[in-house]
Nanobody
Framework: QVQLVESGGGLVQAGGSLRLSCAAS????????MGWFRQAPGKEREFVVA????????TYLDSVKGRFTISRDNAKNTVYLQMNTLKPEDTAVYYC??????????????????WGQGTQVTVSS
């Protein structure tokens, strides 16, 4: 059973930083891409960023490029999302996600099979 557990959310002022973590278990982590999505109140869940199984390729939502950085530590079965220069519009529940197939990098919500419980990020102005 694949499990994803996020941590690191919280309340921060605009311009501040947060680092989210997602610990994975239940299968060989290093064979799978990982992604982060977010959902703001009243909005659809949207793709934020994804990283390949090896960590060599990343893809970002345009609005977070240059501010957010995804990374992974395959030895620790963990993926990270470093968020800098946060804006009020970044306020959302952030979800870690994993696809069902190995070595597959998805950019859409329907391409991910496993989801964490979410962690709230609130950016005050």
């Amino acid at each position: 059973q694949v499990q994803l557990v996020e941590s690191g959310g919280g309340l921060v002022q605009a311009g501040g930083s947060l680092r989210l973590s997602c610990a994975a278990s239940g299968r060989t982590f290093s064979k799978y891409a990982m992604g982060w999505f977010r959902q703001a109140p009243g909005k659809e869940r949207e793709f934020v960023v994804a990283i390949t199984w090896s960590g060599t390729t990343t893809t970002y939502l345009d609005s977070v490029k240059g501010r957010f950085t995804i990374s992974r530590d395959n030895a620790k079965n963990t993926v990270y999302l470093q968020m800098n220069t946060l804006k009020p519009e970044d306020t959302a529940v952030y979800y870690c996600a994993a696809p069902g197939a190995p070595y597959y990098l998805g950019l859409r919500r329907d391409q991910y099979t496993y989801w964490g419980q979410g962690t709230q990020v609130t950016v005050s102005s």
